[in-house]
């Protein structure tokens, strides 16, 4: 018997793919779509860019979102007498998922614009790797050795582990050919060497919460 171990994220699905031109006092009306995965999506946190009121709250798949812009939402000092709202979701994977640019918008002004990449980079500063060293024989020896590369910012233990590190680069350097080259040299067997990515929703919550 075999079975698919493969974890589905669920999503929002793209319920309006277009701009809306809506006239004040006309109302706009829409479902809020979900494509089903493994598990639900329990809870949907909703913003805008320009704060409106007297909307439909939505928080579920399913849910309607409906609003009436009022009479005085365009002002005269609008541009060719129009307002922008630009509505978002919170499901920070999803975005990664779907998008190839990601704005971040906070208090009506944009705090990031770019690739997942890039706004990691951006976040981060510098490269972390998580890597694993059998073989050697003292880990202590292993993170002096490590230190000494030139391309190496810090080396922090991983507390779970015995054989294990996390090794930060120098600002604008990659650390992990010198770290390869120096298993090799040391005859130490190098059985792992993953990226430490930044999630985005700590990046949203950074720049989000000053």
Known sequence: MFYNTE???PKIKFTVSNTLEIDEGKPVSFDVLCEAGNFPIEDI??????PIG???MVKHCDDNFSWIPPYDFVNENDKDKQKTVILSTHILPEVEATCDRILIINKGKIV???TS???RKRARGEEMVRIQIKDSGNKDLVATALKGLDSVAVVDFVKESNDSFYVTSKENQNSRKDIFKLC?????VLTEMTPIETKLEDIFRELTTN
């Not at 090799?184 to 130490?188: D, H, I, L």
């Open 112 to 114: 990031a614009d770019g």
């Open 54 to 56: 007297g909307y439909k």
């Open 7 to 9: 974890v589905l994220q």
């Open 117 to 119: 990449d890039m706004l």
């Open 45 to 50: 946190l909703f913003s805008s860019n320009i």
């Open 184 to 188: 090799v040299q040391k005859n130490w």
